[in-house]
């Protein structure tokens, strides 16, 4: 059986309204430093510390739940999909529609300026994930705010039990740090409150991608000691692996972030995760996306956002990712869904990044070809583009998961996990950092390679040379086999210079009949999305980013 203890142990009692939240976001900025509202009293509620692993799942579901069935967390308004509010769903949209990765056959204006990198400051799937990010904020800026120390010994909370609410403040401060790391990314100099804002109707001040690089930074390298050991957590809560490797990430990065290479300080962390014994990769590619990853794929899972069919049910996660990419001939029963919802498919840039099978197979390669065709001429036509079969709500022994409608999936999505570690040390060494070696990169690299290939007892079928490693675009192109439709492509790409200039894909820029489907060169400042509109009018000190 799939166990999630946040989704389980607070989820579930969330959903019976112990700490449910009854406010929605509007997209204002005012909101950004609120004090969520409880059906029960603040003070009640933290009164007794029995009670702060339930608010704390809150914030975990966060990324993934959109709010109780019904009544989202974020506003919906009127004849929208509140599927397309939930964080993650949210994320993958800008992180993936506007790259080579993926496009989407849904004929909605909003989707449809993703899938042409031709979107707006009113662009509603922009504003979602703003807003979605900044609600995980106020959410965690509350909790930590109430777990303080100075709060828990005004409530007579000692010992082991405040020790305890120590260790989740810092969990919590990990989930902020992810969401500004979020809007770090994707919108660059936005807002900024903490948990010493105390909630007010003040508009909050706008801070620079440089601060905000710099904030996210030390609140990881804070809490590190706070958090448990690595790989010790509990399956889906946060520990130090977690923060070792967003800090990589970011470190990876930084460049971007500030105009400062930090690859050696993106090798130290890489080197605390594969340094750490419990770490290993699953035996088997597929086993990190199907209904048991949880259990089959836990070795090289860093930090997921969970997902159980029964306890977490939303129209967005990995739901909306196994039934979104079934369409045209796919048949939803072989994905453990009861339907496909024909949207997603890939643009022929990630296939043709796989070999044939002529020349060796990888078994990364995941695409649904009957009846679709490898060039899209109608971005509306789900059966223009080949299907991708990488997400499914079946285990590993072929069952189904756990809810017997088969809507909502089991699946777990891997946020953080060792072979991007992996592909993260390779990068950062042939970038010029210390620390590592290109040998041991080659070596890595080939690891990946070497189960992608199904070798065993020494093959080496699918290796590359140290020659193939240090070619150009090479480890771009295999993050793109490994990593695909795990929300990574557009931070790839703009880091290696090739988002809005340098390489195109169908549609990218297009702009409507007489413009080329081919693709081509956007303006440079599409490499930031901008500040919704809406928060512009809330919060008049705001500066818009460029081009928008």
């Known amino acids: 059986m799939k166990s999630h203890p946040i989704l389980r142990r607070g989820g579930l009692a969330l959903a019976l309204g112990l700490v449910t939240l009854t406010g929605s976001l509007t997209g204002c900025n005012k909101d950004l430093d609120r004090t969520p509202f409880y059906d029960l009293n603040t003070e009640s509620v933290y009164r007794d510390p029995a009670n702060y692993l339930q608010v704390l799942a809150k914030c975990y579901a966060g990324f993934n739940l959109s709010g109780n069935p019904g009544s989202p967390d974020v506003f919906a308004g009127q004849g929208k999909d509140e599927g397309e509010t939930s964080y993650l769903r949210a994320y993958w949209y800008l992180q993936e529609l506007t790259t080579d990765e993926a496009v989407v056959a849904w004929n909605s204006g909003p989707l449809q300026e993703l899938n042409t990198t031709s979107w707006s400051s009113s662009n509603d799937l922009i504003n979602n994930c703003y807003t979605r990010i900044f609600y995980e904020v106020a959410l965690c800026n509350e909790f930590i705010r109430e777990t303080s120390d100075d709060k828990l010994s005004s409530r007579g909370i000692t010992g082991q039990t405040a020790a305890d609410a120590r260790q989740q403040r810092a969990e919590a401060r990990f989930l902020r740090a992810l969401a ?81 290479a930090r690859y050696t300080d993106c090798l130290t962390y890489c080197n605390k995760i594969l340094t750490t014994p419990s770490y290993a990769l699953a035996p088997e590619y597929r086993l990190l996306f199907l209904a048991d990853n949880n259990v089959t794929a836990a070795s090289e899972i860093i930090f997921p956002i969970e997902s159980d069919g029964l306890v977490s049910q939303v129209y967005g996660g990995t739901t909306y990712l196994v039934h979104a990419a079934v369409g045209g001939r796919m048949l939803a029963s072989g994905f453990g869904v009861n339907s496909g919802w024909a949207g997603n498919r890939t643009r022929k840039n990630l296939p043709l990044l796989f070999p044939t099978p002529a020349s060796g197979f990888d078994t990364r390669a995941m695409f649904f070809t009957n009846g679709q065709t490898l060039e899209i001429n109608d971005l509306t036509s789900f059966t223009d583009g080949y299907g991708v079969t990488k997400w499914r709500n079946k ?7 756990h809810d017997p409608q088969q809507i909502f999936v089991d699946t777990d999505f891997t946020l953080l996990r060792l072979a991007e570690v992996q592909l993260m040390y390779a990068e950062a060494v042939l970038r010029g950092g210390t620390g590592g070696t290109q040998t041991q990169a080659l070596a890595y690299v080939n690891a990946l390679r070497d189960r992608a290939y199904g070798n065993a007892g020494g093959g080496t079928d699918g290796h590359v040379s140290l020659a193939e490693l240090t070619a150009p675009d090479f480890l771009l192109d295999e993050r793109g086999r490994e990593l695909y439709w795990e929300a990574t492509r557009r931070t790839d790409l703009i880091r290696f210079g090739k988002f809005t200039s340098n390489y195109n894909w169908p549609f990218k820029g297009y702009t409507g009949a007489g413009d080329t489907k081919a693709g081509h060169d956007v303006a440079a400042t599409r490499t930031l999305f901008p500040l919704p509109s809406t928060d512009l009018v809330a919060n008049p000190t705001l500066v818009q980013n460029p081009g928008y």
Do not use: C, M
């Not at 007010?200 to 930074?217: D, G, I, N, W």
């Open 180 to 260: 500004y790391y979020h809007a770090l990314d994707l919108y660059g100099n936005v807002p900024f409150v903490t948990e010493a804002d105390a909630p007010s109707k003040a508009l909050p001040h706008q801070t620079s991608r440089a601060a905000l690089f710099a904030y996210v930074e030390k609140e990881l390298q804070e809490i590190e000691p706070n958090l448990k050991p690595a790989h010790t957590a509990a399956y889906g809560r946060a520990d130090r692996g977690a923060a070792w490797a967003l800090l990589a990430k970011l470190y990876l990065n930084a460049q971007v972030y500030t105009g400062t």
């Open 395 to 401: 285990t590993s022994t072929g069952a189904n998961g």
